[in-house]
């Protein structure tokens, strides 16, 4: 049995028992704000990184990277922290209010994610469908004005809930994070699942499949009449941003699986597992994926590592003219 720690007081003000708090409790809360930290940290230098390079408008796929950073960002300010002190004591202390608010943000910031995935891959589709055209159709305005959309859809699509409409919030004491009762009113989760996860899947899967068959037919060698379409569409393929936005899209899907197959194979078999832990690892796998993007985005852009360079000249460097000779010295050596 886990060592006794130290007693706390309940929501109501009552004592809790001093058993109620184990190592394992305060493991998972350290677990908890490691996850937090790390989400606030590495999406604050994305962001920081993004505003300060001036080289952003030159391709609008960063616009729809700033707004998913955004959304991460939120989600480890908001969501993440209030997790922590339930995580000790097992009891969620905030409020009714604040557990179905905290509810209705993460389904709102989750349906930000998913479409911001599909404009991405509409994006890239594009640059690979249009090469010529391209940059006509992509522009700032309009790629903002999607974001726009995006942010004030998700949130009316998920304000039923907040408003009261026969769907309850609980604090989930396995996974130790406030969640909205999908299974009180299935005909608007049916809807809400087919208005952000049908196009959204369709267009991703679609939009990635046409590109990767066109690079592949383009490095087999087959003929293309019109030169000026075949090199600006040789430029765009050998863009990163394809790969990047591919592994970005592919590591999100594969952190909320296991969670997605867990929920659907209970709700199959009519029954919980009763697996320690595995409720709270699959949950907060899928949470812990706002953090990877710093990492793919380091690996794969070279446009990100040298807004990042620039942020960090930019921090250490006092001197304007330092700073100048710093990024002449970088360009000479790229």
Request: proline content about 4%; glycine content about 6%.
């Amino acid at each position: 049995m886990p060592a006794r720690l130290l007693s706390a007081r309940g929501p109501g003000g009552g004592e809790t028992s001093a058993g109620d708090i184990t190592f394992e409790s305060v493991g998972k809360a350290a677990i908890i704000a490691i996850i937090g930290f790390a989400i606030i940290i590495s999406n604050l230098l994305i962001i920081a990184a993004f505003l300060n390079f001036k080289g952003l408008s030159h391709e609008v796929i960063n616009y729809y990277l700033l707004s998913l950073a955004v959304a991460d960002l939120l989600c480890g300010l908001l969501i993440v922290p209030l997790s922590v002190y339930p995580a000790v004591t097992g009891q969620w202390v905030f409020g009714d209010l604040m557990c179905r608010l905290v509810g209705y943000i993460e389904v709102t910031l989750w349906c930000v994610s998913v479409y911001t995935f599909m404009w991405i891959s509409v994006d890239r589709y594009l640059a690979v469908r249009k090469p010529l055209r391209y940059e006509t159709i992509q522009t700032r305005t309009r790629c903002q004005c999607w974001m726009v959309f995006t942010w004030i859809s998700a949130a009316l699509l998920c304000c039923p809930p907040l408003l009261g409409y026969k769907k309850d919030a609980t604090f989930d004491k396995k996974t130790l994070i406030c969640m909205l009762d999908w299974g009180t009113t299935y005909a608007y989760t049916a809807t809400l699942a087919i208005l952000v996860l049908g196009p959204s899947v369709i267009s991703i899967v679609y939009n990635y499949f046409y590109i990767f068959s066109i690079r592949r037919r383009l490095h087999s060698g087959v003929p293309i009449h019109d030169k000026e379409y075949a090199t600006a569409l040789a430029e765009n393929l050998s863009n990163p941003s394809h790969s990047m936005s591919f592994i970005l899209v592919t590591t999100f899907w594969l952190s909320w699986i296991p969670y997605a197959g867990v929920r659907t194979y209970e709700y199959f078999n009519g029954q919980e597992l009763n697996i320690p832990l595995l409720h709270f690892g699959v949950v907060w796998l899928g949470i812990f994926n706002s953090f990877w993007k710093i990492l793919i985005l380091v690996s794969l852009s070279p446009q990100f590592r040298l807004a990042l360079r620039i942020l960090c000249l930019t921090a250490c460097c006092r001197s304007k003219g330092r700073l100048q000779a710093e990024l002449v010295g970088m360009d000479n050596d790229d």
